[in-house]
């Protein structure tokens, strides 16, 4: 991305990430079970326990997916959205990173998500590059919420 569009949408995501999990309509209950059941269908189709959230934001998929996966590694662009992700349980690392370019080995990952995010990207062909890059042969991409016609 660009940093014009970089900047954006860290000014725009540090704004709003201390009352993100509150007002955003992601959180309410019946979205969280409806995404919910679709990470429980991803997990039974993958390979093996490791998932990467690509702009993981303050956590929305690491949340509903902690108790499915062996590991969660979440990357953002923004601090203040990564400084609300529930880590406590020691199998969730969060890292500043560019989503297009993750500081991950080829092959590392069984399941890579990306929820709500990658309309906010400039280029999204970086984003499924990156992606297939650190999938592991066999592995499983959950793409979710794309309001954009491309997707």
């Given at each position: 991305m660009t940093r014009p569009v970089i900047d954006a949408n860290i000014e725009v995501h540090s704004r709003m990430a201390a009352t993100y999990n509150t007002s955003e309509p992601h959180f309410r209950?019946?979205?969280?079970?409806?995404?919910?059941?679709r990470l429980e269908t991803v997990r039974r189709r993958a390979p093996g326990g490791l998932m990467l959230d690509l702009g993981c934001g303050t956590g929305f998929l690491i949340h509903l997916g902690i108790d499915l996966f062996d590991e969660i590694q979440g990357v953002d662009i923004t601090q203040a959205m990564i400084d609300q992700v529930?880590?406590?349980?020691?199998?969730?690392h969060v890292q500043l990173s560019?989503?297009?370019?993750t500081p991950f080995d080829d092959e590392s990952f069984d399941v890579v998500t990306a929820y709500s995010f990658i309309h906010h990207t400039e280029d999204y062909s970086l984003i499924l590059k990156e992606a297939a890059r650190v999938l592991k042969p066999g592995?499983?991409?959950?793409?979710?919420?794309?309001?954009?016609?491309?997707?």
């Open positions: 209950p019946e979205n969280q079970a409806k995404v919910r059941e529930d880590t406590s349980t020691g199998r969730v560019p989503a297009e370019k592995g499983i991409l959950y793409v979710d919420l794309e309001p954009n016609r491309r997707f």
